[in-house]
């Protein structure tokens, strides 16, 4: 069965920092991986996927995502952060058979 | 853009009662998912849909949990008998037959079993 880890809780990052969101993933066969992102009292919001082709991949608002197969993980990415980036972020895998699985969730602070 | 919309976006019921969720799934879609989520907590997968029968479900899907595509329309997930524990948001994600594409998701409903 497929698996998400997303092994902080919690990342705070200054204005116009680059940020990390750390994903890391565990699945049998070939990986289709995302990232969502939940702002408060809203559902999960697509930002990017992972199929197939260049590791990294280019998603909304200036995040990217870089799939690293040796390491299985998926980290999100974004050069410079802004406090409109505060959110609870998601990493989910899926599998062939199309159920996907979520990491616990990482809550991005983003401080002027 | 084609959404997904879910109803009704908030629901308070007492415990013992039964209650649906209602999701319109966005119309050329054929995978439907149900997810949990306590608090803005982790969101917890709950059950998968496909071709009228549910494909996966979790360990939490029990037997006081079902779900149903009546009209062809609307896919319902429906708890016979609430418990306070069951007090969530539950979304709705919907997927179109194409392993490329990403799943859509509802806004959610609030659940609140008093």
């Known amino acids: 069965a497929q698996s998400v880890a997303q092994p902080e809780d919690q990342v705070n990052v200054a204005e116009g920092n680059p940020l990390t969101v750390k994903c890391t993933y565990s699945?049998?066969?070939?990986?289709?991986l995302f990232w969502y992102v939940q702002y408060p009292n809203r559902g999960l919001q697509f930002l990017l996927k992972y199929i197939t082709g260049d590791n990294l991949v280019k998603g909304s608002y200036g995040f990217e995502a870089e799939f690293n197969k040796s390491q299985t993980s998926f980290h999100l990415k974004k050069p410079s952060a802004l406090v409109s980036d505060s959110a609870l972020y998601f990493c989910?895998?899926?599998?062939?058979?199309?159920?996907?699985?979520f990491g616990a969730g990482t809550r991005l602070t983003v401080k002027p | 853009e084609p959404e997904v919309t879910q109803t009704p976006s908030h629901q308070v019921t007492q415990m013992g009662q039964e209650v649906i969720l209602r999701c319109v799934p966005i119309s050329n879609h054929l995978y439907f998912y149900w997810y949990r989520q306590i608090l803005g907590q982790k969101v917890e997968f709950l059950v998968s849909?496909?071709?009228?029968?549910?494909?996966?479900k979790s360990e939490i899907f029990d037997d006081q949990f079902s779900v149903e595509r009546p009209d062809g329309s609307n896919f319902t997930l429906k708890i016979r008998s609430t418990k306070l524990e069951d007090s969530a948001m539950y979304f709705c994600a919907t997927l179109r037959q194409d392993m490329n594409t990403e799943a859509f998701f509802g806004q959610g409903t609030r659940l609140t079993v008093v």
């Open positions: 849909f496909y071709n009228n029968e549910i494909s996966e």
């Open positions: 989910a895998v899926r599998d062939v058979k199309l159920d996907m699985r």
């Open positions: 699945v049998s066969g070939n990986p289709y």
